[in-house]
């Protein structure tokens, strides 16, 4: 059975589902610098599969670059799936749970701003990578901590709780990885700039990526925090993203 807090964030970008492709800029910038560094590998072909598909943006990236080559794209959002292109191979599952046995092992398993999600990001990412076939290749991508470092300076200069959602540590991630695997890790620093700073966090909740295990501010206490955003003149907000890529 799915956890209650997964069953609630899968139910919210099931309801974005169709504004995400409108408003997922990052994911879409991220998307085609993935598919293009697993264009750089001669990965071979075999069972491709997306992981937290989505709408679709890597997966599509993927097929697009690698003619011939179709992707498997699970995500535990069917409105999400019905979001995908006709004829296009979709399996709705909870990524919490063990991936399943398919006829062959994967040769490349891609995932991108999904892990954070998870109940156990690097409990997963560990168990990805033992599933991919003896030479098969990880790619992923997933916002880090030290993400969002305004929002919480903003809510502690606020005397509020930060209902940021937490993101795993880089080294989290990396100690559950065998050292020789990785063939690429990177760390990409986003800003986005807004008029006002609660405009910063409005593409997230259009998105769908608004869950949080925070009880939500009211709307005296948004105010507060947005008076105590960090350089009011230009408020900012940074995102912190591993790019991983691994080799079995
Ligand atoms: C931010 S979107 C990323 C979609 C796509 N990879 C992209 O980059 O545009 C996160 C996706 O993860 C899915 N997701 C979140 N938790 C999940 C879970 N436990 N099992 C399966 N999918 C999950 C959501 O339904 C959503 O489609």
Redesign the pocket.
């Given at each position: 059975m799915?956890d209650p807090w997964?069953q609630r964030?899968?139910e919210r970008?099931?309801r974005s589902a169709d504004r995400y492709d409108g408003a997922?800029e990052l994911?879409r910038a991220?998307?085609r610098q993935l598919a293009e560094r697993c264009r750089r590998e001669a990965i071979p072909r075999g069972l491709w599969v997306?992981l937290?598909?989505?709408?679709g943006?890597?997966a599509d990236d993927l097929e697009q670059l690698h003619p011939g080559q179709r992707v498997l794209r699970v995500?535990?959002?069917d409105a999400?799936l019905r979001r995908h292109k006709q004829l296009a191979r979709t399996s709705c599952?909870?990524?919490?749970k063990p991936l399943p046995e398919w006829s062959a092992a994967p040769v490349l398993l891609s995932?991108?701003?999904?892990l954070h999600?998870?109940t156990d990001p690097a409990r997963c990412l560990q168990h990805w990578f033992e599933r991919l076939d003896q030479g098969g290749w990880l790619i992923l991508a997933v916002p880090v901590a030290g993400s969002f470092q305004q929002w919480h300076q903003a809510a502690e200069r606020a005397g509020l709780p930060c209902t940021a959602l937490s993101f795993p540590a880089v080294d989290e991630l990396l100690d559950v990885l065998p050292g020789a695997a990785v063939r690429h890790h990177r760390l990409h620093r986003f800003s986005r700039r807004a008029q006002r700073p609660l405009e910063l966090l409005r593409p997230m909740n259009t998105?769908g990526?608004g869950s949080s295990r925070h009880a939500p501010l009211q709307p005296g206490q948004w105010r507060r925090l947005a008076r105590a955003w960090p350089d009011t003149g230009t408020p900012t907000l940074t995102w912190h993203v591993l790019s991983l890529m691994l080799k079995r």
């Amino acid at each position: 059975m799915t956890d209650p807090w997964s069953q609630r964030v899968m139910e919210r970008f099931g309801r974005s589902a169709d504004r995400y492709d409108g408003a997922a800029e990052l994911q879409r910038a991220m998307a085609r610098q993935l598919a293009e560094r697993c264009r750089r590998e001669a990965i071979p072909r075999g069972l491709w599969v997306d992981l937290g598909s989505g709408t679709g943006l890597l997966a599509d990236d993927l097929e697009q670059l690698h003619p011939g080559q179709r992707v498997l794209r699970v995500d535990g959002s069917d409105a999400m799936l019905r979001r995908h292109k006709q004829l296009a191979r979709t399996s709705c599952l909870d990524l919490n749970k063990p991936l399943p046995e398919w006829s062959a092992a994967p040769v490349l398993l891609s995932s991108s701003f999904v892990l954070h999600w998870l109940t156990d990001p690097a409990r997963c990412l560990q168990h990805w990578f033992e599933r991919l076939d003896q030479g098969g290749w990880l790619i992923l991508a997933v916002p880090v901590a030290g993400s969002f470092q305004q929002w919480h300076q903003a809510a502690e200069r606020a005397g509020l709780p930060c209902t940021a959602l937490s993101f795993p540590a880089v080294d989290e991630l990396l100690d559950v990885l065998p050292g020789a695997a990785v063939r690429h890790h990177r760390l990409h620093r986003f800003s986005r700039r807004a008029q006002r700073p609660l405009e910063l966090l409005r593409p997230m909740n259009t998105i769908g990526a608004g869950s949080s295990r925070h009880a939500p501010l009211q709307p005296g206490q948004w105010r507060r925090l947005a008076r105590a955003w960090p350089d009011t003149g230009t408020p900012t907000l940074t995102w912190h993203v591993l790019s991983l890529m691994l080799k079995r």
